[in-house]
């Protein structure tokens, strides 16, 4: 059967054996959980609970603000320990952050009702239900996934497509999640297809995944179809996911609607399942704890907020000389300072990478071999921008095409004289709006 | 506890710089070896000197010269030093190859700060200042084979240098097809032998080590010329296939202008590239002084490289065109 694919993209070592047998287990309840206010895209919620005050799980604790942006639930039955600002891992700044502390003997729950009859449902209704449940992208974008919706509810659209292709090495969480809760996700996908008035559902999953496959296929339909992707780097991008999936491009600058199509992640899907079905905030998420970091790789459900030494030390703690610990994927993943920061909507995985032998390679020349041009999914020169940015040129680089890069280090995984594309991509895209900003 | 937070990705691709030249080295073996069977004793010493000479000027050039203590080769002299020696004759003497070296090593590529650096192919620089600096020791072809039979030089003219002269009859006379695919013929030591330079370029594509639209695009440009060419007349111009099996093309369209380097990176700029060291080649052949004209024409392309990509950049995936006049 022929593959679905895109043009360009890499070949890394899959490793997914790592932790791909490991049945979903659920972390025990924390002592307490420290969430940062803004987990997602967008705008930080507004707290509206104070220190000392009870909360149940699932009670609100604080109010998105705009329309990009999410509300946040405690995960927890607990007390308020503290609000304060503390170093966010990701913008890597101090930012608003708090503290619940669990009690442990009870555990009550301050749900949303549910929509039993979700299907009968109006898309107005399961809309404002996935806003109010704090739903975000949970492939590790954090996009809002409301506000994916907020142009279908005028105008429906063609496909929802769910991104079950986890191309990233190493995580595992999406290919349990298909396989231990694939009615689930079903119910997930009928859902997102009612809200935005869609015909047809489309299920992607990479060929690395047939036992996935084969479990989804049950449930294939009229309007529900399950596609193999060839297994590549990065297949499960979003662009590239409905190019393969659709034949369509989505333009420039554009968002999928405009070619018709939406698209969520597998875990969102079953997270959008809980909120309608059950009434169930965002409070926790899959994740897996893998690496040649840790004793025993595992997939678990993790409460937001959890320190993410408790997953590790759940894992059988560090093995070996541990250098890095990443959360995310090893291609995409943000490569964390230290245990101490908390599991957040977007962490997929917590990746922990032991020392490698020999010396680091350093940076050489460019040798113009044109492998990053070839690989490169969104038709880019990253060669020719890295030329560009450390000749300081900015606004020409914008102009080549730098604003399309998604990050997701084809470049620099291929590059034979070990060029850091990517770095001087974030920096130059950084330094680029803050240039443009003081105009 | 404090980890290591490098940029992503975290994961690499274990090739090197010096993978990729030591391919490249291995590709250029057969016809390395049948040089040495075509051309003897001379031949094997001037592959040597060519590989070992050019680490060695590189060497020393970084270590002392430019002082950079932490430089390990990585092979690219060897390449740039191994393609100059294939590319002079099977008699020169070793001493002239060396001053070659000089300067493709020193003056066409440490001048411009080394790998990565270089306008032009530093194997081309070399031999073109060699063959203006010592026309004659640069053009004595030694009949392939003739050294295994006999102690003195016998020569042979190279079949573009018949064409040239005495039409393609007379050439094909003295050499068929067969002998110009296999190397039997005379000419630069690495070029002659057609079968050997197809079986590196092979192994170099299924290691996907090489720009595939330049040798495409390049050897494309001699057919559509050569033909049209052959029609108008046989005799004067010569037949496509003969175009293409003699004189330095293929180890100049399959080795010399897939210089990483020095050619462009995307598919679209290296089939212009190739597009014109073809009309460059087959303008020289059929109209210029010298019978051969591979290395100009890539030296030339080399410097039209910028202006290429320059006019060819590629467009981001699903990028619109601006309408004009709409604002």
């Known amino acids: 059967m022929a593959l679905f694919t895109f043009p360009g993209g890499v070949h890394p070592a899959e490793k997914k054996d790592l932790s791909k047998n490991s049945p979903i287990e659920r972390l025990p309840l924390p002592k307490q959980v420290t969430l940062y206010l803004s987990q997602s895209i967008g705008a930080e919620p507004e707290l509206t609970v104070e220190v000392g005050q009870k909360l149940k799980t699932g009670q609100l604790i604080a109010r998105n603000k705009g329309i990009i942006s999410v509300p946040l639930h405690s995960p927890v039955t607990g007390t308020v320990k503290e609000i304060k600002k503390v170093m966010h891992p990701i913008h890597q700044k101090p930012m608003e952050s708090i503290t619940i502390e669990t009690d442990s003997k009870t555990e009550e729950f301050d749900f949303l009702p549910p929509i039993d009859d979700y299907l009968n449902a109006s898309s107005q209704q399961l809309y404002s239900r996935i806003l109010e449940a704090g739903i975000v992208g949970l492939g590790g974008a954090t996009f809002p996934s409301h506000a994916k919706y907020i142009e279908s509810l005028k105008k429906p659209i063609e496909t929802v497509i769910l991104n079950g292709a986890e191309c990233e090495p190493y995580l595992t969480i999406d290919y349990r999640m298909m396989l231990e809760k694939t009615s689930e996700i079903i119910e997930g996908l009928k859902i997102l297809m009612k809200i935005s008035g869609a015909k047809n559902g489309i299920i992607g999953v990479e060929d690395n995944k047939p036992e996935a496959i084969e479990e989804l296929k049950k449930f294939e339909s009229d309007k529900i179809k399950v596609i193999s992707l060839k297994t590549k780097y990065p297949q499960g991008a979003e662009k590239q996911l409905i190019y393969a999936a659709t034949g369509k491009k989505v333009a420039v600058g554009a968002f999928p609607f405009s070619v018709g199509v939406i698209m969520q992640n597998v875990s969102t899907a079953y997270a959008v399942y809980e909120a309608v079905k059950l009434g169930k905030p965002l409070i926790e998420r899959g994740v897996t704890i893998t690496g040649e970091g840790v004793k025993s790789p595992k997939n678990v459900i993790s409460k937001i907020g959890v320190p993410i030494q408790e997953l590790i030390d759940y894992s059988g703690g560090f093995t070996g000389e541990v250098e890095k610990v990443i959360s995310g994927g090893p291609m995409m993943g943000l490569a964390l300072k230290d245990t101490s920061s908390t599991v957040m909507k977007g962490t997929s995985g917590i990746l922990t990478m032991v020392k490698s032998s020999g010396k680091p390679v350093p940076e050489r020349a460019c040798i113009n071999c044109g492998f990053c041009v070839f690989r490169c999914p969104m038709n880019l020169e990253p060669n020719y921008l890295v030329k560009l940015i450390k000749n300081k040129q900015f606004d020409k680089a914008v102009e080549s095409g730098l604003m399309s890069c998604m990050e997701c280090g084809s470049c620099a995984y291929t590059c034979p004289s070990k060029i850091d594309h990517v770095k001087n991509f974030k920096t130059a895209k950084r330094v680029y709006s803050a240039l443009k900003g003081r105009k | ?327």
């Open chain 2, 1 to 327: 506890m404090n980890f290591n937070t490098s940029s992503a990705p975290h994961l690499r691709s274990n090739d090197n710089v010096r993978k990729v030249m030591i391919d490249v080295l291995i590709a250029l073996l057969p016809a390395t070896i049948m040089a040495v069977v075509n051309f003897g004793w001379n031949a094997l010493l001037l592959c040597v000197i060519g590989v070992a000479g050019a680490e060695l000027v590189e060497l020393f050039i970084m270590k002392v010269l430019r002082k950079k203590k932490d430089f390990v080769p990585d092979g690219s002299a060897a390449v740039t030093g191994l393609l100059l020696a294939l590319n002079v004759s099977g008699t020169l003497p070793w001493y002239l190859l060396l001053i070659g070296i000089l300067v493709a090593i020193g003056l066409a590529k440490h001048i411009y700060g080394g790998l990565g650096g270089n306008p032009f192919n530093p194997a081309l620089v070399g031999r073109v200042f060699l063959f203006i600096s010592f026309p004659t020791q640069m053009t004595t072809w030694m009949k392939a084979g003739s050294w295994k039979i006999s102690d003195a030089l016998v020569t042979s003219a190279t079949p573009l240098g018949i064409l040239k002269d005495k039409g393609m009859e007379t050439a094909l006379a003295q050499n068929g097809y067969m002998d110009m695919f296999l190397g039997n013929i005379g000419g630069s030591m690495g070029e002659i032998s057609v079968l050997a330079l197809l079986i590196g370029f092979a192994f170099l594509v299924i290691r996907g080590r090489i720009k595939i639209a330049i040798p495409v695009s390049y050897i494309g440009t001699v057919l559509l010329i050569s033909s049209i060419f052959y029609f108008v007349n046989p005799n004067q111009y010569g037949s496509p296939l003969f175009h293409i099996l003699s004189g330095g093309l293929m180890l100049g369209a399959l080795f010399m202008a897939t210089d990483m380097v020095t050619s462009p990176s995307t598919i679209k700029g290296c089939l212009i590239f190739g597009f014109g060291c073809g009309v460059i080649t087959m303008l020289i052949r059929y109209f210029g002084a010298m019978p051969e004209g591979v290395s100009f024409s890539i030296l030339i392309m080399n410097a039209v490289k910028p202006l290429i990509e320059r006019k060819t950049r590629l467009k981001p995936f699903g990028y619109v065109p601006v309408k004009k006049g709409a604002k």
